[in-house]
């Protein structure tokens, strides 16, 4: 279980949409972290200064949050390692083919209204769920 | 100031991420499971998301270009072709088996669990691996 956090939850998500938009209005570029991620493995490109820029505030933010609040980042990830390396690479492979994952298909796309974004983002909330479903209830994992 | 704003942006949504819960795999799983363990936190994060960036995006249709860049970089592509269904597809049933997305996975990297240290190069590999197919027309 885990719990609900109507809260914090809103707020958070509201931080990753300003930061979203920001991003645009300051740099004119949509916050799709696949895409981000992507433009930075060779051959990079223009626009690796910011990139990297983005992808280093990212990763400071749990140890931004430490260093605040005193209080680790609550987090559960699975030890099941072939299994987290089978996920990495079909988010890497899909995000890729699918040109964005939830930041660039599910917030900005969905804020865009793009019906493009609309149905990835109906896709892939739909087949995960489906997937956690075999895996919890018909698996028993 | 490319690289300050960069940096200051993905800060921000690191932290929106980690306040949000969303950085969590277990609370993304249960999310996904409204048969089971039903957390419906993430449509909160969901929710808020969207309408921040709506209201950056609808004030940024308003100028000519941005701050800091020639010009506004708006996805122009409308159309709905196989390849955005099977990547969405994929990317779903990876995100339901691991719990992670790319943003928290690499706002979780620095926090060094095993599963995450096994998901992040996999994610890479996979990001490169797509280049194997034929360019998207």
């Known amino acids: ?141 | 100031m490319r690289i300050a704003i960069g940096y200051a942006t993905g800060l921000l949504f690191g932290l929106g991420l980690v306040i949000s819960g969303l950085s969590d795999p277990a609370k993304v799983l249960n999310f996904l499971d409204p048969f089971g363990s039903w957390d419906p936190s993430l449509a909160f994060v969901m929710a808020g998301a969207v309408l921040a960036t709506a209201i950056g995006f609808s004030a940024a249709r308003g100028r000519r270009a941005p701050l800091f860049a020639p010009a506004f970089d708006w996805p122009a592509r409308t159309d709905i072709e196989p390849r955005l269904v099977a990547g969405a597809a994929l990317f779903g049933l990876g995100w339901g088996l691991g719990g992670f997305c790319p943003g928290p996975a690499l706002t979780a990297l620095p926090l060094a669990e095993p599963g995450t240290l096994a998901f992040v190069p996999a994610m890479l590999a996979g990001i490169l691996l797509a280049r194997l197919l034929p360019p998207a027309r």
């Open chain 1, 1 to 141: 279980m885990t719990e609900f956090t109507p809260i914090a939850s809103t707020l958070g998500g509201l931080l990753i949409g300003a930061a979203a938009a920001i991003l645009m209005l300051a740099l004119g570029r949509i916050a799709g972290i696949s895409g981000i991620v992507s433009r930075l493995l060779p051959p990079a490109g223009e626009g690796t200064g910011w990139r990297s820029a983005f992808l280093l505030g990212l990763m400071t933010a749990p140890v931004a949050w430490f260093v605040v609040t005193g209080r680790a980042v609550e987090q559960t990830v699975s030890g099941n390692l072939p299994l987290m390396v089978a996920a990495g690479l079909l988010v890497g492979f899909g995000s890729a083919v699918g040109s964005g994952c939830t930041s660039g298909h599910g917030v900005c796309g969905v804020a865009r209204l793009s019906t493009r974004s609309l149905v990835a983002t109906a896709v892939f909330v739909s087949v995960a769920a489906a997937t956690v479903f075999v895996v919890r209830h018909v698996l028993g994992a």
